[in-house]
């Protein structure tokens, strides 16, 4: 249920080596949704990514 910032993806999945597209972790968001369904995954627009837990109104 918390939020997490794109930056803060980037680097518990990439660390701090090497540069990777602005874009990448969109992708994969992209991806997740498919596979796991459109509402598990909320983007809280300017801020990051959330997983819906069902508990949160």
């Known amino acids: 249920g918390q939020t997490v910032s794109r930056e803060q993806l980037e680097m518990a999945?990439?660390?701090g080596?090497?540069?990777i597209e602005s874009n990448t972790v969109a992708v994969y968001i992209?991806?997740?949704r498919r596979k796991l369904g459109e509402?598990?995954?909320?983007?809280a627009h300017g801020v990051g990514y959330r997983i819906e837990t069902g508990d949160t109104p």
């Open 13 to 15: 999945v990439y660390g």
């Open 17 to 19: 080596s090497g540069t």
């Open 30 to 32: 992209h991806q997740l």
């Open 39 to 43: 509402g598990l995954i909320v983007t």
